[in-house]
């Protein structure tokens, strides 16, 4: 069929971000196109830039047809393109059907009032597309998220639409869901429906599109027929290098010796957020967690933080079964945590480098036990000249300091409370690289030290340059343990691959 969508050389930017540059994207009436790429690749920016949601600064959109240039969403769905966002964007407090078809409910002849019987029966026939039954007069907020994202997308669906945009739809479905969003998916490209279906999961979009766009760095790296690439090849292009262009070079030796162990968990899961694993953690090494995005690293990071409570399993710490029951529970247990996005949840940008740095010293003491300002900023100046902190001094704010210098005050404020297990996500993310290397060889020296660090990171490079042991995930599974010669870039992409 021919193409419906035609996007060329468009461009976005945002201060000191350019998140896409000359991309070009075609869909076609009746596939699949699956768009792919790691975080910051620019797959939503695309998506919001498309239809509205973002102005663009450069190129050209062709929508059946003709120019266009929407200036929001609701435009852009009057004019026939339908979107569900990876945020559930729905009113919790209202009923499933009023969510359903909020700013179009169907009212009566005459009247300015709503015809609830039609708006709830044309919910439930919407709802049954997706084999849901539900009670639609309840509050949506009385439902898992799961179900709230399945009604998200039955609202698009209902709309009448050329062009469906899914946007991570089945990070919070389980698998029989996932099948019947396919199974709908699949009927609307026979009615010749143009989708586009961004997502992380390898198998998914091998099972569902025609074809496969990939996105690096806000940048096209190139479209691909889902039938003729394979998984290797696909994560190849979604990470920048070929599989024979590795460097091999580790920093250190790779072998087994650490210390005893700190934390055990057998039969630990969670549904719709990691499948059940085992795994356990040694004083003295670090443990790298590998997989591309949505693969479930920081769902295991999270859960033995106590961020999320698992269904099943049993954990232990130093050969004793304990319950973590939240993060302070967690950092009573020696535990510390540097948080994937360092702005939203690592750093409180108008507190002080001091005050950020003892937030969790301060809180293991407890709140009847406060530090004097002496002790704050003796603690603040140990860890400043410790770390190479580049800063005016203890009082300066930290939101004014570089995102490298940034990051070494999270790591600070954890060393500050003597952790015995540090859980490092992603702590390298957008700093300059010689910062990056300051703290890469700082995570090395303190597992010299003693320390126990879990360490993920989306740069296998750096998982293979810091790890001395690795668990590979796929799809929110632990897959296999990699120790030893097998710590290297080209046995973490095959296992990543493999079926």
Not at 135 to 158: K, W
Not at 293 to 320: C, W
Not at 349 to 361: K, T, W
Not at 408 to 428: C, G, M, Q, S, Y
Request: hydrophobic share 40%; net charge negative.
């Amino acid at each position: 069929m021919g193409e419906i969508l035609n996007v060329t050389n468009l461009s976005k930017s945002f201060p000191g971000v350019k998140a896409l540059t000359s991309i070009s994207f075609d869909l076609k009436k009746g596939e699949i196109h699956g768009l792919m790429g790691e975080n910051g690749a620019g797959k939503s920016t695309l998506i919001k830039v498309i239809t509205g949601f973002f102005s663009r600064d450069d190129g050209k959109i062709v929508y059946n047809g003709a120019d266009v240039n929407f200036t929001s969403p609701n435009e852009a769905v009057k004019h026939g393109i339908s979107t569900v966002y990876q945020e559930i964007n729905l009113i919790p407090m209202l009923s499933v059907a009023e969510n359903m078809f909020l700013g179009r409910q169907p009212f009566k002849n005459g009247f300015h009032a709503i015809d609830w019987k039609t708006l709830n029966d044309r919910a439930q026939k919407a709802l049954a597309l997706l084999e849901l039954d539900l009670d639609v007069t309840m509050p949506l907020g009385s439902f898992s998220v799961a179900v709230q994202q399945m009604v998200s997308i039955a609202r698009a669906l209902d709309i009448s639409a050329d062009i469906l945009i899914l946007d991570e739809p089945t990070s919070s479905l389980d698998a029989a869901e996932a099948a019947q969003l396919f199974k709908v998916m699949n009927k609307l490209k026979n009615q010749g429906m143009g989708i586009i279906f961004v997502t992380h999961f390898l198998d998914q979009v091998f099972e569902v599109t025609d074809r496969i766009t990939v996105l690096r760095n806000g940048a096209k790296v190139g479209v691909f027929k889902t039938a003729e690439i394979t998984r290797l090849e696909l994560i190849s292009s979604m990470l920048g290098k070929e599989l024979g262009e590795f460097d091999t070079d580790i920093w250190h030796h790779k072998d087994s010796v650490h210390g005893e162990e700190y934390l055990s968990i057998e039969k630990a899961s969670k549904a719709e957020y990691i499948n059940e694993f085992d795994m356990t953690i040694y004083k003295g090494e670090v443990l790298g967690l590998a997989g591309l995005l949505g693969s479930g690293r920081t769902e295991v990071a999270q859960l033995f933080y106590g961020v999320e409570k698992p269904d099943s399993g049993k954990m232990k710490i130093h050969g004793k079964p304990v319950v973590i029951r939240g993060p302070k529970h967690a950092i009573e247990y020696g535990m510390g945590f540097c948080p994937e996005d360092r702005k939203a949840v690592g750093i409180i940008p108008e507190l002080s480098v001091r005050e950020n740095i003892i937030l969790a010293l301060q809180a293991k003491r407890g709140i009847f036990r406060f530090l004097s300002k002496k002790q704050r900023n003796e603690v603040a100046e140990k860890f400043i000249e410790t770390l190479n902190i580049v800063t005016p001094g203890t009082d300066q704010s930290v939101k004014n300091l570089s995102g490298g210098n940034q990051q070494k005050v999270i790591l600070a404020r954890w060393l500050a409370a003597n952790p015995e297990l540090l859980i490092l996500d992603e702590p390298t993310r957008g700093i300059d690289i010689g910062a990056k290397v300051e703290i890469q060889k700082l995570i090395l020296k303190l597992k010299d030290d003693g320390l126990a660090i879990l360490f993920i990171s989306s740069e296998l490079e750096e998982v293979v340059r810091c790890a001395t042991r690795i668990a590979v995930l796929r799809d929110r599974n632990v897959v296999k343990e990699l120790t030893g010669k097998d710590i290297n870039e080209q046995v973490i992409m095959k296992t990543i691959a493999e079926t």
